[in-house]
């Protein structure tokens, strides 16, 4: 893949970062390379996640859910990291076999959902890597109970993918429930690349194969200077766009297939680098519908943000009919995906026209392939960027503290956090 950092330079925007201070980061690229190979080679906690283009056993991933290969229907419990690479992968790519994501407890989603799919014909995927998430797990008994209401033997339809202990391992093991194991030293965000990722992929019948490749050909291009990796490239910029006030990240993805991709990297920029009072904000758009409702604000607003361009160079046409409707000439006869192209050309001109900062990333095509080296890239951009920033990239302390104040307000312990709800001020007008 490629990464354009032409836009993001002060020569085209303001922020903008100067030529030579690229190279100056350039050093310390350097610096944070040797820190991240020794914390792969080290398996250390977090950095272990860019080695699983060679870790991740895609046999054993297809074993463990053989037994689905009938399903018409793949359902995933999960949320944030166990659930977003999965959605990403299969809103991504094409596949007979519908796929369906329970993350939020919403209760009038959860009922609609399962009422409208068929649960005898469905694959249950509880994946949690701490197997003690309250929503992950109050949604599979909302599962379970829906398929013991339809008479299907929920244990002949669920496997889980989960850590060594926690209350889903505990069932799995009560129930013999096929199991596919978190691998260690990697965190929620960082595992679409593992069994967490992967495992709805081959249910779908995704060459996960191929999705490793394009993630290891990234792998392969890390190296101690940003001017060789797209990957370390793309981090140096976000960090010194950042450093020059472009506090705010839009993703903007120019294929629909990749609107639940700029979901999975929200949670990657900001639960990685939202530290220590540092972090970009990432904002999730879609090119071309977002043009029509974000683009002015983009122009025209505050001089606090970049964007963040992925544009695959191939893809799927489709004709627009010839027409003799006066005014619309011009577009009979042309392709959607011309159109397309047109309007992301447009709108990175526009933006830099107006100064605005912006980065390009391309991928061939939305397929295995470009999936693996997309989201490779972006881990690893977001691991050097977090080794530039100086924070802890692979805790989420922020997060955990209001899973222990929802679980202390449900009963389910002591937690001083739960007190900080009766703290709340409220300032009600009616
Ligand atoms: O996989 P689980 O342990 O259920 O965790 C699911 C999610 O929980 C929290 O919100 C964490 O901040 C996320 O990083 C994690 O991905």
């Known amino acids: 893949m490629r990464v354009d950092l032409g836009n993001a330079l002060d020569t085209v925007a303001s ?6 201070a690229l190279d100056r980061l350039d050093e310390r690229v350097a610096d944070a390379h040797e820190r991240i190979e020794t914390g792969r080679e080290n398996h250390e906690h977090g950095y272990e996640s860019l080695n699983l283009p060679q870790t991740t056993d895609a046999d054993e991933i297809r074993t463990a859910v053989e ?11 999960g949320i944030g990291g166990s659930a977003l690479g999965a959605a990403t992968l299969a809103h991504g790519l094409e596949s007979d076999v519908d796929a369906y994501f329970l993350d939020n407890v919403d209760p009038e989603h959860v009922s609609s959902l399962l009422d409208s799919i068929s649960l005898s014909d469905t694959a249950v995927n509880v994946v949690s890597r701490s197997g003690t998430t309250a929503e992950t797990l109050a949604n599979f008994l909302a599962v379970r109970d829906a398929m013991e209401s339809d008479g299907v ?7 889980v993918t989960t850590g060594e202990e926690g209350n889903l391992r505990n069932l799995a093991e009560r129930h013999d429930l096929p199991a596919l194991d978190v691998p260690d030293g990697v965190p929620g965000r960082f595992s679409v690349l593992s069994t967490v990722g992967l495992a709805c992929a081959a249910i779908q019948g995704h060459d996960i194969d191929a999705v490793l490749s394009g993630a290891q050909a990234e792998a392969n291009r890390l190296s101690g200077s940003l001017f060789d990796s797209p ?14 006030g472009a506090g705010i990240n839009a993703m903007m993805p120019y294929a629909e297939s990749l609107e639940t991709f700029a979901e999975w990297y929200a949670q990657l920029w900001a639960e990685s680098l939202g530290k220590d009072g540092l972090g970009q904000t990432p904002v999730r758009a879609l090119g071309a519908t977002d043009q029509h409702s974000q683009l002015q604000l983009y122009r025209a607003g505050p001089r606090d943000k970049m964007v963040t361009f992925v544009r695959p160079t191939e893809r799927e046409d489709c004709a627009i009919p010839e027409t003799d409707l006066p005014g619309l000439e011009y577009l009979g006869g042309q392709n ?3 159109l397309l192209d047109a309007e992301f ?8 026209e107006s100064s605005q ?3 390009r990333l391309e991928i061939d095509r939305v397929d295995e392939y470009g999936l693996g080296e997309l989201l490779y890239c972006l881990e690893a951009s977001c691991v050097l960027a977090g080794e530039l920033y100086n924070v802890e990239t692979f805790i989420q302390p922020a997060v955990e503290w209001g899973k222990r104040a929802a679980r202390g307000l449900l009963g389910g312990g002591d937690f001083d956090e739960a007190d900080s709800v009766a703290d709340k001020s409220t300032l009600v007008i009616e």
Request: contains cysteine.
């Open 336 to 338: 959607l995906g011309t």
């Open 67 to 77: 037994s689905f290969a009938d399903a018409e229907t793949v359902l995933t419990v």
């Open 231 to 244: 990957a370390y490239a793309y981090g140096t910029a976000c960090y010194a766009l950042d450093e020059r």
């Open 345 to 352: 050309e447009a709108t990175e001109a526009s933006l830099a």
């Open 153 to 159: 033997d929920w244990t002949e339809q669920t496997f």
């Open 15 to 20: 922020p903008g970062i100067p030529r030579d």
């Open 357 to 359: 900062p912006s980065v």
